[in-house]
DNA sequence: CCTCCTTTAATGGTCGGACCATTATAATTT
DNA sequence: AAATTATAATGGTCCGACCATTAAAGGAGG
């Protein structure tokens, strides 16, 4: 069996699950059971149950879970409610859902975009300053790029190369910091070690917020330039001299946003809107 | 007016908010009409119009949403999917949902809580091995004890010798755990950075799983004792030597967890299943 | 006037049943 | 055999109802 029901104690219609005392009971405060109160939600029960199955590797990716109407079943709770559970999972990228016949809820392969999501949402609610943000920026590509520098493969520099040249070729501004991020994951890439991935795609998203006019044009020569050498300094293997390269591009371009959000009057903390309204 | 209702080609019942074509049409290839097709359904699009009014400040820490019929009403959806979407909303942390009179759903202050969630889901879906998490852990604490060399306060210090005081009492396996959490997640606030805080929290977390056994207890003492010559050397402003010890002693931490993971055969990626069923 | 109890209404949580749009497969037709 | 058409399964949405919780209003008694 996939999924256990829920307790008895959460069988009766909309009971909200507290494990102490009973319903219907009058005057609970004749007995003196003082244990924990614990109030818990059917859909945070099924989602535990489901990241306890992923965690423990009995569920896994590419998985599926039996259709709604019959998990709910399973857990003996509503549809509604189990589909707040399966949101919840889908909205933590641990299921896709899809459509159809053959459709259903899959186990989905580990994907960065989340926990990007959730480090915006962060920031947004935090009013980290951009200080922090530069700061975390320059400690973590400094690591990077040392151990990309012992560990970068041919394949790897090449592909950075082609990065920055195509970069030189984009006009549209959008097309050019997709480049940018482009160039920044495969280094991080190079490092072989996936964790630094997540914190250098949370920092590029994050930081792309920031960016606003298209006064980036007059740096634009210099960042690429910058890129160019850095992959000089990865190929020859000085790990110090790349280190630094990367340190003075990131010094520049974060001078830059800095004086750009000064000119626009904005405060270093406050990211501008981006939602855009549905067509 | 806080929202707005969604556009009209979503008014229709059940319509899956395609943008192209009609739903009734049925011969809709007489018309060569190759608009892209865009499918999103409704909880999405009110997640995205909120999240929006997030990042604009429109929407801050504190305030509270209108109630869910009312909302609902607003946004000219069901009570369903509007709560498909507050749901998504607030398992990313973003809304908390209060029951009651003067109940609702507010919009919460920051908290890194999500973030770690989502990356231990990462690392259970994509099988991250340990000696990622390991080098990202000693690369990361490399840094934070560097700045917080520089920047801890007297306050800062006294606290982390009170938690390494504290571990020593402790006979509690897990209580002991929470003191180790405790004493790098005041070292990571001592950079006064608090994205550093993030990336040790998520750390912290996730390594715990791989921690098995009791066994931990003949390490004990010596890692107790690290965690005082630390303070030593941050009090004296001895980065190197600061940085030093935390490289040892992790070390130790980690060559410990990885020679218990091998003598119970468990390969070094595989967390062990934590989900604790409903008593 | 103050305190304690009861009532009330607003709100989130859950339920169950219904219909729609999508999609892969089976059945049918050409 | 190929193309077309039903069929059924599945997720997405809607509706209306009831329950449990909770703060505030109202009332009883001092």
């Known amino acids: 069996m996939l999924v256990e029901p829920l307790p008895d104690a959460m069988q009766q219609v909309s009971v909200h699950f507290r494990f102490i005392g009973?319903?219907?009971?009058?005057?609970?405060?004749?007995?003196?059971?003082?244990?924990?109160?614990?109030?818990?939600?059917?859909?945070?029960?099924?989602?535990?149950?489901?990241?306890?199955?992923?965690?423990?590797?009995?569920?896994?990716?590419?998985?599926?879970?039996?259709?709604?109407?019959e998990l709910a079943a399973e857990f003996q709770v509503s549809r509604s409610a189990l589909r707040e559970a399966l949101?919840?999972?889908?909205?933590?990228?641990?299921?896709?859902?899809?459509?159809?016949?053959?459709?259903?809820?899959?186990?989905?392969?580990?994907e960065p975009d989340r926990i990007v999501q959730a480090m915006q949402?962060?920031?947004?609610?935090?009013?980290?300053?951009?200080?922090?943000?530069?700061?975390?920026?320059?400690?973590?590509?400094?690591?990077i790029v040392r151990l990309a520098c012992e560990r970068a493969s041919d394949a790897d520099l090449a592909e950075l190369e082609a990065i920055a040249e195509r970069t030189r070729q984009e006009s549209d501004v959008e097309a050019r910091y997709e480049c940018a991020a482009a160039?920044?994951?495969?280094?991080?890439?190079?490092?072989?070690?996936?964790?630094?991935?997540?914190?250098?795609?949370?920092l590029s998203a994050i930081l792309h917020e920031f960016v606003q006019g298209p006064d980036y044009e007059t740096l634009q020569e210099t960042l690429i330039e910058s890129r160019?050498?850095?992959?000089?300094?990865?190929?020859?293997?000085?790990?110090?001299?790349?280190?630094?390269?990367?340190?003075?591009?990131?010094e520049r371009v974060h001078r830059h946003v800095r004086k750009t959000l000064k000119?626009?009057?904005?405060?270093?903390?406050?990211?501008?809107?981006?939602?855009?309204?549905?067509?």
Chains 1, 2 share one sequence.
């Open 22 to 69: 009973s319903p219907d009971m009058k005057t609970p405060s004749a007995i003196p059971n003082f244990a924990p109160i614990r109030t818990q939600r059917a859909f945070e029960v099924i989602c535990e149950q489901i990241r306890a199955q992923l965690a423990a590797g009995t569920l896994k990716t590419g998985d599926k879970l039996p259709a709604e109407r």
């Open 87 to 110: 949101r919840s999972l889908e909205v933590a990228g641990i299921i896709r859902n899809v459509k159809g016949v053959k459709g259903g809820s899959f186990i989905q392969s580990a």
């Open 121 to 143: 949402d962060y920031v947004h609610l935090g009013n980290i300053s951009l200080d922090e943000l530069t700061e975390a920026r320059l400690a973590t590509q400094d690591i």
């Open 183 to 202: 160039y920044y994951r495969v280094l991080a890439r190079a490092t072989k070690n996936r964790m630094f991935g997540i914190f250098v795609d949370s």
């Open 228 to 250: 160019f050498k850095l992959v000089r300094h990865l190929r020859a293997r000085d790990a110090d001299a790349a280190a630094a390269e990367m340190r003075k591009h990131l």
């Open 263 to 279: 000119a626009q009057n904005m405060p270093a903390k406050a990211a501008k809107a981006r939602g855009k309204a549905p067509a």
